[in-house]
T-cell receptor
Framework: KQEVTQIPAALSVPEGENLVLNCSFT??????LQWFRQDPGKGLTSLLL?????REQTSGRLNASLDKSSGRSTLYIAASQPGDSATYLC?????????????FGQGTELSVKP | EPEVTQTPSHQVTQMGQEVILRCVPI?????FYWYRQILGQKVEFLVS????????KSEIFDDQFSVERPDGSNFTLKIRSTKLEDSAMYFC??????????FGQGTRLTVV
């Protein structure tokens, strides 16, 4: 059974700092891995999708990496801003048909202080 | 930008009542999902739906739950007889083939 874990559970940094959020999964037979942002009481906003054949994916100040063999993914946020404050979730998409299902971690709650 | 829309945003219902949560997935997507998030807990998979039938469902998705795509645009989740423990945020999502999943803003269901 796939288990997804995110460390740390919470992180507080000063504005401008670069930071790394960690995600680990127990079953390496994933099809892809997706990172989301969730603001309090809101929905999930997709940030990045990394296919299992990819090593990394970039969007603006965000860079996500994937190492299937070690069961790890990281989300790197460069030059953090107060607007980046949110909970960040990673989700492993299990190989199943063509749609799949996402197994989520518990999230890292990020606070960026001005 | 295309988005998944869910209605209502918040629903309060009495225990034992039936509720229907509604979703309009992104129009060219083929795969539809429901997830839920109990306050303070992980987002959990409930069910996936493709080609007008359930592809997979979790242990949570028991006989009290059902999904339907009644027309070409809507996707619904019905809970027949709600329990207190059904209180959660319910998210609808959709995806294309081998593409990322997009989520709606959620329906907060409160069972009293």
């Amino acid at each position: 059974k796939q288990e997804v874990t995110q460390i740390p559970a919470a992180l507080s940094v000063p504005e401008g700092e670069n930071l790394v959020l960690n995600c680990s999964f127990t079953d390496s037979a994933i099809y892809n891995l997706q990172w989301f942002r969730q603001d309090p009481g809101k929905g999930l906003t997709s940030l990045l999708l990394i296919q299992s054949s990819q090593r990394e994916q970039t969007s603006g100040r965000l860079n996500a990496s994937l190492d299937k063999s070690s069961g790890r993914s990281t989300l790197y946020i460069a030059a953090s801003q107060p607007g980046d404050s949110a909970t960040y979730l990673c989700a492993a998409n299990m190989i199943y048909n063509q749609g799949g299902k996402l197994i989520f971690g518990q999230g890292t709650e990020l606070s960026v202080k001005p | 930008e295309p988005e998944v829309t869910q209605t209502p945003s918040h629903q309060v219902t009495q225990m034992g009542q039936e509720v229907i949560l509604r979703c309009v997935p992104i129009s060219n997507h083929l795969y539809f999902y429901w997830y839920r998030q109990i306050l303070g807990q992980k987002v959990e998979f409930l069910v996936s739906f493709y080609n007008n039938e359930i592809s997979e469902k979790s242990e949570i998705f028991d006989d009290q739950f059902s999904v339907e795509r009644p027309d070409g645009s809507n996707f619904t989740l019905k809970i027949r007889s709600t329990k207190l423990e059904d209180s959660a945020m319910y998210f609808c999502a959709s995806s294309g083939t081998y593409t990322e999943a997009f989520f709606g803003q959620g329906t907060r269901l409160t069972v009293v």
